[in-house]
């Protein structure tokens, strides 16, 4: 079975700031990882993927993730926090088998930005 | 387009009672995902629609829960005599299917269920 772990519960970084939030994966087969944003009261929304090809892969707000298979690691990183930033954070891998595509979820990091 | 939308938005019901939640995945897409986000079990995979395929129910909690999906579009995740521990977010998820696991997923803003 796959699975997923986010380093820290709860971030705070100030404004302008580097936003890094760990993720480390457990899968036996080829990992298809996904960071996703929720804002308050929102659903998710996607931020980045990774399939194959490009270990680095860039996303929307400015987000970047880079896929270290030596690590089993897929951290997501933004070089300048801005306010709007503040949502929680969930790190995916999808599960494949069986024809399954369901997503496996880490519990979340909660990302604050203080002014 | 449109995107996933799920009704009610928020629910709240007496413990023992039966609920429906809906979700209308965007036009198009053949597969349709139920999850549950709560306090202690973080987010959690329901069950899996892909086309006409049985679905995968793996996740379904206990056999209180159950969903059906009608004309491959809407679908409905019924929770039969509730209880408290039902109490959670259910989040709703669609995506084109059939393009293999590294597909987006959609989702919905979700549906907040309260057990009294």
């Known amino acids: 079975a796959q699975s997923v772990t986010q380093l820290g519960s709860h971030v705070s970084v100030s404004e302008g700031a580097l936003v890094l939030l760990r993720c480390n994966y457990s899968s036996s087969v080829p990992p298809y990882l996904f960071w996703y944003v929720q804002y308050p009261n929102q659903g998710l929304q996607l931020l980045l993927k990774y399939t194959t090809g490009a270990t680095l892969v860039k996303g929307i707000n400015g987000f970047e993730a880079e896929f270290k298979k030596s690590e089993t690691s897929f951290h997501l990183t933004k070089p300048s926090a801005h306010m709007s930033d503040a949502a929680e954070y969930f790190c995916?891998?999808?599960?494949?088998?069986?024809?399954?595509?369901?997503?496996?979820f880490g519990s979340g990091t909660r990302l604050q930005v203080q002014p | 387009g449109a995107g996933v939308s799920q009704s009610p938005s928020n629910k709240v019901t007496e413990k023992g009672k039966d609920v429906e939640l809906r979700c209308d995945p965007i036009?198009?897409?053949?597969?349709l995902y139920w999850y549950r986000q709560s306090l202690g079990q973080g987010l959690e995979f329901l069950i899996y629609f892909q086309g006409n395929s049985a679905p995968d129910k793996s996740g379904l909690p206990s056999d209180r829960f159950s969903a059906e999906r009608t004309g491959g579009s809407v679908s409905t995740l019924t929770i039969q005599r509730t209880q408290q521990e039902d109490s959670a977010v259910y989040l709703c998820?669609?995506?084109?299917?059939?393009?293999?696991?590294?597909?987006?997923?959609?989702f919905g803003p979700g549906t907040r269920l309260l057990v009294l």
């Open positions: 998820a669609s995506s084109l299917g059939g393009v293999g696991p590294g597909e987006t997923q959609y």
């Open positions: 036009s198009g897409h053949t597969a």
């Open positions: 995916a891998v999808s599960e494949f088998s069986w024809g399954r595509r369901a997503l496996t």
